[in-house]
């Protein structure tokens, strides 16, 4: 279950600041790089974790880039996921699926278990 975007707040895993409009576009523009690589080269079954952690990441710069236009630093993935779901970015079926994304790709750094 998805915890309440202020559960964050109160919790200090999010911080209110002044928007970054150059923090966002960074951002982007290295979820953009990550596309790239992705997209121009052919990918391996031995590739895949380290592909899928690219694509989550890829997600998360761009999750992390709104929040920085709205104000926001986030330091949980959780808190991430939680202003998607709150702010009304995407359905509930795709917060689901994010967040086993989440976790999906925590074993695969944390714990080193394949995609």
């Known amino acids: 279950m998805i915890k309440p975007f202020e559960y964050f707040i109160k919790e200090n895993l999010v911080r209110k600041e002044i928007p970054n409009r150059s923090l966002a576009k960074s ?3 290295k ?3 990550r596309i790239y690589r992705i ?3 052919e990918i391996e079954e031995k590739e895949a974790s380290i592909v899928f952690e ?3 990441e890829i997600l998360r710069e761009s999750a992390q880039a709104i929040m920085e236009l709205k104000g926001y630093k986030p ?3 959780e808190a991430l996921i939680s202003f998607l779901w709150e702010g009304k ?3 509930e079926s795709v917060i689901i699926i994010l967040d086993n994304y989440r976790t999906l790709r925590n ?3 944390y714990r080193a278990e394949g995609v």
Request: glycine share 0%.
């Open 89 to 91: 970015y995407f359905s």
């Open 75 to 77: 330091y949980s993935h």
């Open 31 to 33: 979820a953009e790089v």
């Open 27 to 29: 951002l982007v523009e």
């Open 54 to 56: 690219d694509i989550y």
């Open 107 to 109: 074993k695969s750094v």
């Open 39 to 41: 997209l121009k080269s």
